[in-house]
């Protein structure tokens, strides 16, 4: 049977919970164990697929399609285990599900309430079969002790510690440790009243995870201990590493992985960790041969969260080619302000990517951006909507189509990009319906596209099928393939059926690729993403001309 290790935070928000989730899950990966992560989120909302990205960050696609929180593209990355839509919850999804049965009448009459129904539903999740050979679930629960829309969730792994074999569960609390740099101290009080607030409502951490500014004095380690009841050896500290990728290896310097097998009676019998890939990605890192500026062009420049698995792709991809990635992060808009602004800004950059973005604010802009960098041969990545530019851009440009645009931004006579059911002739084998995200019809999830021999796409690939994860409702319309293939900019990439079109890509430009599937979704750092490999390596290139 599988053991359960499951991480909570306290104090504040954003320290990390799903970057030690991962990191951990790659630890004892690293020993020989196969592990699943899975996330419960306390928010209403069924999933944040219609959640802000200012507010709520990337919505991380799994290869099923679910719409998912962030966190679970740190646990791909880490670990390389694919999630699905069974590894994230929300109380959304939970209450949905209890109305839904209650109307149905499965509960028999019965009165529903949140014990024990919203914590049976919240552990028949935690519970459900990972997979076989798994040896750890690590399950991370969202948001801080004390939130009271968190209270069912801590409720219900209360439960968990008290249902499930002795020895196989274990409970980390991730904390604050402030440094009061006015004062010289180090405060342990905040913790103290964190770890105070879990075990009043059941929960004695086994592990404190301290996220410190400095190391943590021995007098402090020792209170904490003490007030927390816990051993010295189980409050570990977590500074802030070098990189992301450093995580695993700091966290096992300070024995984070020993005290957590301990914790389940393994840490004598438990195979030593092999951390040589970890140890090579945070070299490359850290020793590059030199380094890249690369434009972000988007609409949510504004939170780089919202761009997460972007960003790492990126890294990756300079990972692959042992350089340095630098980002220059800009709103579509200021292209549309000041015209001047474009040649300040992209004329000595490396490469220019254009993201993924929904709604026509910023995109003149990054139609712009489309243009400058075909003008003066810089290398050009468009994900997704960054495609859709390029192709409006060549409509508009080159194949005299003044009137080419998206029917997402209003209504237009010349609809390069369209939604899917205007079409797609009804091929349900191409589109799945999502509920109401959105606004209708998203095509989320993993699609198989065919790549034209020859291609440069098919160059970066090694073949000519392949297939990536997708988020979207609106695709280039394939009317106009020979307008706009008689600028130059070719469809290399088809759905199955020849209907949808995935790939674009210019044969007279050292660099130009518009994809309309994300693939940063699925670019891991000891298995980085060609399209980025080579989007890096292009940039490279460049580098040694300006």
Same mark, same amino acid.
């Given at each position: 049977?599988?053991?359960?290790? *499951?991480?909570?935070?306290?104090?504040?928000?954003?320290?990390?919970?799903?970057?030690?989730?991962?990191?951990?899950?790659?630890?004892? #990966?690293?020993?020989?164990?196969?592990?699943?992560?899975?996330?419960?989120?306390?928010?209403?909302?069924?999933?944040?697929?219609? &959640?802000?990205?200012?507010?709520?960050?990337?919505?991380?696609?799994?290869?099923?399609?679910?719409? !998912?929180?962030?966190?679970?593209?740190?646990?791909?990355?880490?670990?390389? +285990?694919?999630? !699905?839509?069974?590894?994230?919850?929300?109380?959304?999804?939970?209450?949905?599900?209890?109305?839904?049965?209650?109307?149905?009448?499965?509960?028999?009459?019965?009165?529903?309430?949140?014990?024990?129904?919203?914590?049976?539903?919240?552990?028949?999740?935690?519970?459900?079969?990972?997979?076989?050979?798994?040896?750890?679930?690590?399950?991370?629960?969202?948001?801080? +002790?004390?939130?009271?829309?968190?209270?069912?969730?801590?409720?219900? /792994?209360? #439960?968990?510690?008290?249902?499930?074999?002795?020895?196989?569960?274990?409970?980390?609390? @991730?904390?604050?440790?402030?440094?009061?740099?006015?004062?010289?101290?180090?405060?342990?009080?905040?913790?103290?009243?964190?770890?105070?607030? @879990?075990?009043?409502?059941?929960?004695?951490?086994?592990?404190?995870?301290?996220?410190?500014?400095?190391?943590?004095?021995?007098?402090?380690?020792?209170?904490?201990?003490?007030?927390?009841?816990? %051993?010295?050896?189980?409050?570990?500290?977590?500074?802030?590493?070098?990189?992301?990728?450093?995580?695993?290896?700091?966290?096992?310097?300070?024995?984070?992985? !020993?005290?957590?097998?301990?914790?389940?009676?393994?840490? $004598?019998?438990?195979?030593?960790?092999?951390?040589?890939?970890?140890?090579?990605?945070?070299?490359?890192?850290?020793?590059?041969?030199?380094?890249?500026?690369?434009?972000?062009?988007?609409?949510?420049?504004?939170?780089?969260?919202?761009?997460?698995?972007?960003?790492?792709?990126? +890294?990756?991809?300079?990972?692959?080619?042992?350089?340095? +990635? %630098?980002?220059?992060?800009?709103?579509?808009?200021?292209?549309?302000?000041?015209?001047?602004?474009?040649?300040?800004?992209?004329?000595?950059?490396?490469?220019?990517?254009?993201?993924?973005?929904?709604?026509? %604010?910023?995109?003149?802009?990054?139609? %712009?951006?489309? #243009?400058?960098?075909?003008?003066? #041969?810089?290398?050009?990545?468009?994900?997704?909507?960054?495609?859709?530019?390029?192709?409006?851009?060549?409509?508009?440009?080159?194949? =005299?189509?003044?009137?080419?645009?998206?029917?997402?931004?209003?209504? !237009?006579?010349?609809?390069?990009?369209?939604?899917?059911?205007?079409?797609?002739?009804?091929?349900?084998?191409?589109?799945?319906?999502?509920?109401?995200?959105?606004?209708?019809?998203?095509?989320?999830?993993?699609?198989?596209?065919?790549?034209?021999?020859?291609?440069?796409?098919?160059? /970066?690939?090694?073949?000519?099928?392949?297939?990536?994860?997708?988020?979207?409702?609106?695709?280039?319309?394939? $009317?106009?393939?020979?307008?706009?293939?008689?600028? =130059?900019?070719?469809?290399?990439?088809?759905?199955?059926?020849?209907?949808?079109?995935? /790939?674009?890509?210019?044969?007279?430009?050292?660099?130009?690729?518009?994809?309309?599937?994300?693939?940063?979704?699925?670019?891991?750092?000891?298995?980085?993403?060609?399209?980025?490999?080579? *989007?890096?390596?292009?940039?490279?290139?460049?580098?040694? &001309?300006?």
């Amino acid at each position: 049977m599988a053991r359960y290790i *499951f991480i909570t935070g306290g104090v504040v928000s954003s320290l990390g919970k799903g970057l030690a989730s991962a990191a951990l899950g790659a630890l004892l #990966q690293a020993r020989g164990y196969q592990v699943r992560l899975r996330k419960l989120d306390p928010y209403l909302n069924v999933d944040p697929g219609t &959640m802000s990205p200012f507010q709520h960050g990337e919505v991380f696609v799994t290869e099923d399609g679910a719409e !998912t929180d962030l966190d679970l593209g740190h646990y791909e990355r880490f670990t390389g +285990v694919n999630a !699905t839509r069974g590894d994230n919850i929300t109380t959304g999804q939970i209450y949905k599900t209890i109305i839904e049965k209650e109307r149905r009448g499965d509960y028999l009459g019965a009165t529903v309430q949140v014990i024990p129904h919203v914590t049976g539903e919240i552990k028949d999740f935690v519970l459900a079969d990972p997979g076989e050979g798994v040896d750890f679930v690590l399950v991370e629960v969202g948001g801080t +002790v004390g939130d009271i829309e968190g209270l069912p969730f801590f409720e219900a /792994i209360r #439960q968990l510690g008290q249902e499930l074999p002795r020895g196989h569960a274990c409970f980390i609390h @991730l904390t604050l440790l402030p440094f009061i740099k006015t004062a010289g101290e180090m405060k342990t009080k905040p913790t103290q009243h964190s770890v105070k607030e @879990l075990r009043s409502i059941g929960i004695q951490p086994d592990i404190l995870l301290c996220r410190a500014e400095i190391p943590i004095p021995e007098g402090e380690r020792k209170k904490l201990a003490l007030f927390c009841n816990v %051993r010295p050896s189980a409050v570990i500290q977590a500074l802030d590493s070098e990189n992301i990728y450093a995580v695993p290896l700091d966290y096992h310097e300070q024995g984070l992985d !020993t005290e957590v097998l301990d914790v389940f009676g393994m840490k $004598d019998t438990a195979p030593a960790p092999d951390l040589t890939r970890w140890k090579d990605i945070a070299h490359r890192l850290s020793h590059p041969d030199g380094e890249v500026n690369i434009a972000v062009v988007g609409k949510y420049t504004g939170l780089t969260d919202a761009y997460k698995s972007l960003v790492e792709a990126l +890294v990756h991809g300079g990972v692959a080619n042992n350089l340095r +990635v %630098r980002l220059d992060w800009i709103e579509g808009e200021a292209f549309e302000r000041d015209e001047d602004m474009i040649a300040i800004r992209l004329a000595g950059t490396h490469g220019v990517l254009v993201p993924g973005a929904f709604g026509e %604010r910023g995109s003149a802009g990054m139609i %712009r951006a489309v #243009q400058f960098a075909r003008e003066h #041969q810089i290398p050009y990545f468009g994900i997704c909507f960054g495609m859709q530019m390029a192709m409006i851009e060549a409509a508009r440009n080159l194949a =005299g189509i003044e009137a080419a645009s998206s029917t997402e931004f209003g209504p !237009t006579s010349e609809p390069i990009v369209g939604l899917m059911t205007e079409w797609t002739r009804g091929n349900d084998r191409e589109v799945r319906q999502e509920g109401d995200n959105l606004g209708g019809t998203m095509r989320c999830g993993s699609y198989e596209a065919i790549l034209l021999e020859g291609s440069k796409a098919a160059e /970066i690939y090694g073949g000519v099928s392949i297939s990536e994860r997708h988020r979207h409702r609106y695709e280039v319309n394939i $009317d106009y393939r020979d307008r706009i293939e008689a600028t =130059g900019l070719k469809f290399t990439g088809l759905s199955p059926n020849g209907v949808l079109p995935e /790939i674009c890509e210019r044969m007279d430009h050292p660099w130009f690729v518009g994809v309309q599937y994300h693939p940063e979704l699925k670019s891991r750092p000891f298995d980085p993403h060609p399209l980025f490999a080579s *989007f890096i390596g292009a940039a490279k290139e460049r580098s040694r &001309m300006v």
